[in-house]
């Protein structure tokens, strides 16, 4: 009796397939599933007798999809990612009272954190967990709801909405306004040390202190001078502690600025910038009413936020 011809392909070697292509590596589609590279090569020839044709062509240490798979890729993504909706959907129940966001370690403490009692104080039946990390989201595999991305808000595969702009701008320590060295127009940041916002993320339109002093044609300060940091949490705590003047996001010196921890020292210092911060998850998710509600609270935060300008 002939084989249906409608049979399911094997579960197993589409996740092989899918992390290979993905890659174009078997190695490293062995080690993203936790196998040998020799059980990635069975299940993609598994496949490819369940297909009747080759899906790689095997070129040295390196594959390149042939016309079938590159056809079929997307489709088994996409199945994949429905897959796990629906296992997200099948946990709901489990998940029900809590809410996981992904962002970066300098947002999630200095802007998302701090905000977070008030959250907790009006929807006292659900917890929000926060997951600091510098990387992208990966939606398949990391348990986070939704994440809070800082860029231009176009991300393949995912839904975005803004919440909020940014701009970059000085700050200091109180103590830097005082004295004979006080800090009173752009041209006293010769007698002081610049701290330096080296973040990954890479926005063409934020200025850096060369720009910043040359869009305010401010002569006789060395803008290369000054130690540099990775993290913008770390330039801010630099500025708190009286180390230097920061040229530093907003968003992330917010609730330093209200609290007076950080001043501004020149009115008109503030740059407006192409990047913001953005919510994201995967187009197509369900989200939870828990989800729903954290996002409504979030974004009327952000907005009041950029009204009141800190």
Known sequence: ?????????????????????????????????????????????????????????????????????????????????????AGRIMQSPARKGRVMVSCAPSFAAKWLAPRLDKFHQLHSGTEA?????????????????FAIRYGRGSYDGLKSEKLLD????????????????AIRRPED???????HDESTEVDPSCPDWASWLR?????????????????AILVIEAAAAGRGVALAKQAIAASDLASGRLVAPFADGSTSIDFGYWLVWPK??????????????????AAETEVVGV
């Open 284 to 301: 197509g998710r369900h989200l939870s009413p828990d989800v729903r509600e954290f996002i409504k609270w979030i974004k009327a935060e």
């Open 189 to 195: 940041l010769k007698n002081h040390t610049l701290l």
């Open 129 to 145: 967990w926060i997951s600091a990390d510098t990387g992208l989201t990966d939606f398949t595999a990391a348990d986070a709801d």
């Open 215 to 231: 869009a305010r044609k401010v002569d006789g300060v060395d803008a290369s001078r000054g130690p540099r940091f990775n993290q």
């Open 1 to 85: 009796m002939a084989e249906p011809t409608d049979r399911l392909p094997p579960l197993n070697a589409l996740r092989a397939f899918e992390a290979a292509a993905r890659r174009l590596s078997f190695t490293q589609a062995a080690d993203e599933l936790n196998v040998t590279p020799g059980a990635i090569s069975q299940q993609i020839r598994q496949l490819e007798d369940y297909a009747g044709t080759p899906l790689f062509k095997r070129t040295g240490r390196s594959v390149l999809l042939t016309d079938a798979a590159q056809a079929s890729l997307p489709l088994v993504r996409e199945a994949f990612e429905r897959i796990s909706e």
């Open 166 to 181: 940014e701009t970059v701008l000085p700050v200091c320590s109180p103590a830097m306004l005082d004295g004979p060295d």
